[in-house]
């Protein structure tokens, strides 16, 4: 069965400092992955995606995420948080073929403290 | 920029009454889901369409729960009978092909 982990509950760092955010999943085959965040009572936002090809994927917002097939992991990382960076971050992943329905995570909250 | 919209944004019901919620996706987007997620967890998926046909219904889609596309365009989603337990956030998503797109989703409570 397909399950995403996403290990930290929560994390706070300091406005200015790097931030990265784990994932990791369990899933048949290579799947699509994705993270997204999401500002409380809104919807979610694609910051990156990863198919195929270069597992270090560029997104939105300065974020970036590296691939790890031999660890089945997709961490998210951003080099300086910025005080709008405070948020809830999910993970997901999705099938390759079929209705490519996504699998979250429970998700990260970050604050961002100045 | 049209995203995807979803409408109401809040849905206050009694216990036992039916309620309804309208998406409409990203005009060229074939593809479009619908998630419910609950305080605390991540999205959970409910319903899948590819243009008007509904292909593929999660467990968590109960019979008091029914879908629809028509003409491949807006999509509603209708639950009968509410109960407490129906309390949660209902997310549409539209896609191309890969990658989903996210509207604000629909806050229902149900009293």
């Known amino acids: 069965a397909q399950s995403v982990t996403q290990p930290d509950i929560h994390i706070t760092v300091s406005e200015g400092a790097s931030l990265e955010l784990r994932c990791n999943y369990s899933?048949?085959?290579?799947?699509?992955l994705f993270w997204y965040v999401q500002s409380p009572g809104q919807g979610l936002q694609l910051l990156l995606k990863?198919?195929?090809?270069?597992?270090l994927v560029q997104g939105i917002k300065g974020f970036e995420a590296e691939f790890k097939r031999s660890q089945s992991s997709f961490n998210l990382r951003k080099p300086s948080v910025h005080w709008s960076d405070a948020a809830e971050y999910f993970c997901?992943?999705?099938?390759?073929?079929?209705?490519?329905?996504?699998?979250f995570g429970t998700g990260t909250r970050l604050t961002v403290i100045p | 920029d049209t995203g995807v919209s979803q409408n109401p944004r809040h849905k206050i019901t009694k216990r036992g009454q039916n309620v309804t919620f309208r998406c409409d996706p990203i005009s060229e987007h074939n593809r479009l889901y619908w998630y419910r997620q609950t305080l605390g967890q991540g999205p959970e998926f409910l319903t899948y369409f590819q243009n008007e046909a509904q292909l593929e219904k999660s467990r968590l889609l109960s019979d008091r729960f029914s879908a629809e596309r028509p003409k491949g365009s807006f999509s509603t989603l209708e639950i009968q009978r509410t109960e407490q337990g129906d309390s949660a956030m209902y997310l549409c998503?539209?896609?191309?092909?890969?990658?989903?797109?996210f509207g604000p989703g629909t806050r229902l409570t149900v009293t």
């Open positions: 899933y048949g085959a290579t799947p699509y």
């Open positions: 997901a992943v999705g099938a390759r073929t079929g209705a490519n329905n996504l699998f």
């Open positions: 990863y198919f195929s090809g270069d597992t």
């Open positions: 998503a539209s896609s191309p092909d890969r990658g989903q797109y």
